[in-house]
T-cell receptor, first 117, second 112 residues
Framework: DQQVKQNSPSLSVQEGRISILNCDYT??????FLWYKKYPAEGPTFLIS?????DKNEDGRFTVFLNKSAKHLSLHIVPSQPGDSAVYFC????????????????FGQGTILTVHP | ETGVTQTPRHLVMGMTNKKSLKCEQH?????MYWYKQSAKKPLELMFV???????ENNSVPSRFSPECPNSSHLFLHLHTLQPEDSALYLC???????????FGPGTRLTVL
């Protein structure tokens, strides 16, 4: 049973346009969400995160939106660049007993983003 | 992010071999993790160590044996593996109680 789902295996976008990557989750205990980017033959690189107390977090060209009622988050990349072409993973972490979020990340399957020049 | 290193980057082993994967983090973190990524599957958490103590074993077969001698080093000892264990093995680290994990480049393991 996959608790974190990325239903689009791939996405193709023109350079300069917006890329929107989506992620859905089922576990209501998740309260910290992250996006990672992965190039072939490299480990995942952390991009941006969001805590459940927020609905938006922005860092340069990257913005993550969280809709808790829908259990949905999305990553917006504006403007998209060819160097953004990679696999993007969303991940979620539950609160621990102490009320903080750590440790047990659950990942989605990933979405392959291709940005065409 | 080059703060987490893994060796070797590639490993081919037979089912009767014993080998070890090594991970080292230079970020001053106190939690370390092993993940497995099989083809067309999400990353699967295998083990979690906080302050050198194992706090999570995600039902991993005993042919995988982790070791964490200190907060900077993590090993994964492998013995009598099966071909289906062929995968990318990733190490990560974080501050305990903070969700952002930083990954190494991974070891591509092939079991013949």
């Amino acid at each position: 049973d996959q608790q974190v789902k990325q239903n689009s295996p791939s996405l193709s976008v023109q350079e300069g346009r917006i890329s929107i990557l989506n992620c859905d989750y089922t576990n209501s205990m998740f309260d910290y969400f992250l996006w990672y980017k992965k190039y072939p033959a490299e480990g995942p690189t952390f991009l941006i995160s969001i805590s459940s107390i927020k609905d938006k977090n922005e860092d340069g060209r990257f913005t993550v939106f969280l809709n808790k009622s829908a259990k949905h988050l999305s990553l917006h990349i504006v403007p998209s660049q060819p160097g953004d072409s990679a696999v993007y993973f969303c991940a979620a972490s539950p609160k621990n007993a102490g009320g903080t979020s750590y440790g047990k990340l659950t990942f989605g399957q990933g979405t392959i983003l291709t940005v065409h020049p | 992010e080059t703060g987490v290193t893994q060796t070797p980057r590639h490993l081919v082993m037979g089912m009767t071999n014993k080998k070890s994967l090594k991970c080292e983090q230079h970020l001053g973190h106190n939690a370390m993790y092993w993940y497995k990524q099989s083809a067309k599957k999400p990353l699967e958490l295998m083990f979690v160590y906080n302050f050198k103590e194992q706090t999570e074993n995600n039902s991993v077969p005993s042919r995988f044996s982790p070791e964490c001698p200190n907060s900077s080093h993590l090993f994964l000892h492998l013995h009598t593996l099966q071909p289906e264990d062929s995968a990318l093995y990733l190490c990560a680290s974080s501050q305990a109680n903070r969700g952002t994990q930083y990954f190494g480049p991974g070891t591509r393991l092939t079991v013949l």
